[in-house]
């Protein structure tokens, strides 16, 4: 093209987003792909076709180290995640120890640099997921800690993050999306992004006014 960018067709995927319980039915090569709608009824899907090269549709695809699935549940980049981390913990096994190897304050630095760094790229997208999969990621930092300060499995989990100054994972992501807006703010609606942050923050400001908050009752003696 004029402007230098080139797509190449054997790199590229198609997927179709959709939270609602839609399904692809892949036929053959040759014919036409169909989106089911609702029971029994199809939308045709055109075939797509770069340098006369069909582009084949897939439930999910990697771009820039996030898997995107095509109900957007997160669900198979956690995954990924997940096996990418648990590597970086065998790591943190070998090279602690209660009479040798690195002392806890090296420990979390190695945590920070090679399993927390992978957990905070892209958390302002996947933070949209379940709890249920994001608890997964919880497992990964509680397990981390354990290593690092020598604790107790049975340790919990506010007293490991209390002892290593290490903040959950659930207000690390809330701390980067809001971050993430303060930047994008004066960009206005020419970010789509900040669309959904402002629907978002909206649900939560008015969520928070709608709570009441208990105090407690005190009596005066005279």
Not at 46 to 61: E, F, G, M, T, V
Not at 101 to 107: C, I, N, T, V
Not at 192 to 213: F, V
């Amino acid at each position: 093209m004029e402007w230098g960018f080139k797509i190449s067709p054997l790199k590229t995927e198609a997927v179709i987003f959709s939270r609602a319980n839609n399904t692809l039915k892949y036929l053959e090569p040759e014919q036409q792909y169909q989106f089911k709608i609702s029971k029994n009824k199809y939308r045709g899907i055109p075939h797509l076709i770069i340098n006369n090269i069909p582009i084949s549709y897939r439930k999910q695809a990697r771009f820039l180290g996030m898997i995107l699935d095509s109900r957007l549940t997160w669900g198979p980049h956690v995954k990924d995640l997940i096996k990418r981390c648990r590597g970086d913990l065998n790591l943190m096994k070998l090279i602690s120890g209660t009479c040798y190897g690195a002392d806890k304050k090296a420990l979390i630095m190695i945590y920070k640099a090679l399993i927390l760094s992978k957990i905070d790229y892209g958390c302002i997208l996947y933070h949209s997921a379940a709890k249920s999969t994001l608890a997964q990621l919880n497992v990964i930092q509680n397990s981390a800690l354990k290593i690092a300060t020598g604790a107790y499995k049975t340790t919990r989990t506010s007293a490991l993050e209390a002892e290593t100054a290490v903040k959950p994972l659930r207000l690390r992501r809330e701390e980067h999306t809001l971050k993430y807006w303060a930047r994008s703010h004066p960009h206005g609606n020419r970010l789509p992004l900040n669309k959904l942050y402002r629907i978002d923050i909206t649900n939560n400001l008015a969520q928070a006014k709608n709570q009441t908050i208990k105090r407690p009752i005190t009596k005066l003696c005279s």
